[in-house]
């Protein structure tokens, strides 16, 4: 304001400003609550099909929130059976804790199936999100949930989804590892995260003496946590390639500026989102002429270009062995496996595979899952989301007008909320300094100021 139209101010003035206009814009945190009911009545009416569910204290006031549209829902259907979840912090007045669960659509983008809006992260409101998500999706086989350490999750996915495998995010355990373990730390990367992606037990047991030779205390500590929550190859179902919880992250990342938002605003920015990567995706699904997601076929050529210098050799009519230099797979068509374990854990034919499907002449999209097809992408975004428009317009019944939702009874936190989250030591990252003018930033061959004397 000094520089731009010369006008003078104090700091606080500025603030109490900048307040102003943001309420102007987003609206006011408290008022937000009561137009909470008829943004969600309005939500079902234009989405049919949507679930949502509020619940409040005795005396009226926020405590829980769950919404899934519908167009997450008939996706889901057509998605891998793995499911991502985690929770970020809010920063609007009241706080909170933003929930949310996704997975990937067939070229690994990802696919928003539910949020919740809760007080914190804690042992009832993951068990009653957990609740909720299990409501509206129910339980596929083979199905997988994967998250970080947090126990909470652990408690509440053992009571809600006994029947499924709760597998951990190997980047989170490693983060652990490097805080449990300080001794060659910076070393342990390279060799978990192979044995964690190792699909057979020889690799397993390769990369875990390597850990074993950094720090012989990494064993017990992984073997304590249970190989099959981070392991490929002891996982008790297929999580194919989803090792990490990242696509949760993303989807906290995109929506760091929602978090900011009173909580009518931040589900109808959530809703916007997904109604635009649906639009998104959709695009690109109708566009793609190959019979495979790019992603997927671009698999599957890595592959081939590997299977190349492959010799194949005939056990019978199905099973085949494939020999190269130093070992030999044995490939069961009929059954899609191989002795690599990638083939029954991608559900992509493997280099082996690929090696007899090629000599036997055979069409190789009868060997991939189906859920690597282009079609399954398109009818993945089947369903469409549509917008609330202005609360102005909308018509919601007397019923619904006369429910009172007030703030959560929370203090509200006083002086500026934190925006970015605190980094472990392992996170921080490191800006080079020139040895030559000791600033960060640059090195000495890039330099161009004065050499300190």
Not at 182 to 211: C, G, I, Q, V, W
Not at 390 to 410: A, E, F
Request: aromatic share 10%.
């Amino acid at each position: 304001m000094k520089h731009k139209y010369g006008v003078r101010m104090n700091y606080m003035k500025a603030w109490r400003s900048k307040e102003h206009a943001q309420e102007e814009l987003r609206g006011k945190a408290n008022e937000s609550y009561r137009l909470l009911p008829g943004f969600l009545h309005m939500l079902q009416k234009t989405n049919p099909g949507t679930i949502v569910h509020m619940e409040t204290e005795n005396d009226n006031s926020f405590k829980y929130l769950f919404v899934a549209l519908d167009a997450s829902i008939k996706g889901w259907k057509k998605c891998k059976p793995i499911i991502v979840v985690d929770g970020t912090f809010l920063k609007s007045t009241y706080g909170g804790t933003l929930l949310s669960a996704c997975t990937q659509d067939a070229n690994g983008h990802i696919f928003p199936l539910a949020f919740s809006v809760v007080d914190s992260e804690n042992n009832n409101s993951w068990q009653w999100f957990f609740t909720k998500v299990r409501e509206t999706y129910g339980i596929r086989e083979e199905q997988c949930l994967i998250s970080d350490r947090h126990e909470s999750i652990s408690k509440a996915a053992c009571q809600v989804f006994p029947e499924i495998t709760h597998c951990y995010c190997v980047y989170h355990l490693l983060s652990n590892l490097k805080a449990t373990f300080k001794k060659n730390a910076s070393k342990l990367d390279k060799p978990f995260f192979a044995a964690a992606r190792a699909y057979t037990e020889r690799k397993f047991e390769y990369h875990m003496s390597e850990l074993d030779s950094l720090d012989i205390r990494v064993r017990p500590y992984l073997q304590q946590v249970g190989y099959h929550k981070w392991s490929r190859y002891h996982c008790k179902n297929n999580r194919y390639s989803t090792m990490t919880s990242n696509i949760a992250e993303s989807l906290n990342a995109a929506n760091l500026a929602a978090r900011e938002l009173p909580i009518t605003t931040l589900m109808e920015s959530l809703r916007a989102l997904i109604q635009q990567w649906t639009y998104t995706n959709r695009k690109k699904a109708q566009k793609t002429t190959t019979f495979l997601t790019p992603t997927a076929e671009k698999k599957l050529v890595d592959n081939f270009v590997e299977s190349l210098t492959e010799n194949v050799k005939p056990i019978n009519e199905t099973m085949f062995e494939v020999i190269e230099l130093t070992r030999s797979w044995v490939i069961n068509l009929k059954e899609k496996t191989c002795s690599c374990n990638r083939f029954q854990l991608d559900e992509l034919p493997c280099a082996h595979a690929l090696a007899v499907i090629k000599e036997m002449n055979l069409n190789v999209y009868n060997y991939c899952s189906g859920y690597y097809t282009t079609r399954t992408w398109l009818e993945t975004y089947s369903g469409s989301t549509y917008p609330v428009h202005n609360h102005t317009t909308w018509d919601v019944p007397q019923n619904i007008k006369d429910i009172i939702v007030l703030p959560p009874n929370q203090k509200i936190r006083s002086g500026r909320p934190r925006k970015r989250r605190f980094l472990s030591e392992w996170d921080t990252k490191k800006h080079n300094r020139c040895g030559k003018c000791g600033q960060h930033g640059h090195n000495r061959k890039t330099c161009n100021n004065q050499a300190i004397k």
